[in-house]
């Protein structure tokens, strides 16, 4: 069994959707929390971070953790058809050098 | 701005070539990676470099060697190109200690797309 997973999707919403996006994992060393977002042929870059459990929002973003359940989420309000990618969690440990990844959710917004 | 430029993006090599591709980061990270990425199967780490002539396998090293002479520059080598490495190949860098808060977080390439006939 991974140590984190994922839904592969695609997920498909129209625009102005809320999207919602979840990662479980199974190592209770981790302590950081990461999303990265990869649009089609290009290389994730990082959308968002939190550290332990708890919320954390930027702009239309939502980042929650759950640590008690081993359960991370990402929710995206009034989706937009840009939003379209595929998201990425990432977890690492204190002090760690190397990200444990997700195998990521296809999303889609149509408009 | 932050930068890891990946020198290929698409190549297409024959069974059997030696490839390598190149990576170089402006950012004096310490850390630097190579992943492949392939549909259903997420980033794999093949290697993980975290200083000069210092290497560490991944999850996926067989087949692959990695060079770093220099603190910017990470190569991927395949001595033996076959078929199943067929893949889009992403280097990365980072801080040492990666947290995400403050620019300390992972930073990818555009990524190679390697096809081996």
């Known amino acids: 069994q991974k140590e984190v997973e994922q839904d592969p999707g695609p997920l498909s919403v129209p625009e102005g959707a809320i999207v919602s996006l979840n990662c479980t994992y199974s190592?209770?060393?981790?302590?950081?929390f990461m999303w990265y977002r990869q649009y089609s042929r290009k290389g994730p870059e990082l959308l968002m971070y939190t550290y332990s459990s708890g919320n954390k929002e930027d702009g239309r973003f939502t980042a929650q953790v759950d640590k008690s359940s081993k359960y991370i989420s990402l929710f995206i309000r009034d989706s937009q058809p840009s939003d379209s990618a595929t998201y990425l969690c990432?977890?690492?440990?204190?002090?760690?050098?190397?990200?444990?990844f997700g195998g990521g959710t296809r999303v889609l917004v149509k408009p | 701005d932050v930068k890891v430029t990946q020198s290929s993006r698409y190549l297409v090599k024959r069974t059997g070539e030696k490839v390598f591709l190149e990576c170089v980061q402006d950012?004096?990270?310490?850390?630097m990676f190579w992943y492949r990425q392939d549909p259903g199967l997420g980033l794999r780490l093949i290697y993980f470099?975290?200083?000069?002539?210092?290497?560490e396998k991944g999850d996926i090293p067989e087949g692959y060697s990695v060079s770093r002479e220099k603190k910017e520059r990470f190569s991927l080598i395949l001595e033996s190109a076959s078929t199943n490495q067929t893949s889009m190949y992403l280097c990365?860098?980072?801080?040492?200690?990666?947290?995400?808060?403050?620019?300390?977080?992972?930073?990818f390439g555009e990524g190679s797309w390697l096809t081996v006939v």
């Open positions: 990432a977890m690492n440990k204190a002090a760690g050098n190397k990200l444990t």
């Open positions: 190592n209770s060393a981790f302590q950081y």
């Open positions: 990365a860098s980072s801080p040492l200690g990666v947290t995400g808060a403050s620019g300390n977080t992972i930073y």
């Open positions: 950012m004096d990270h310490e850390n």
């Open positions: 470099s975290y200083d000069v002539k210092m290497k």
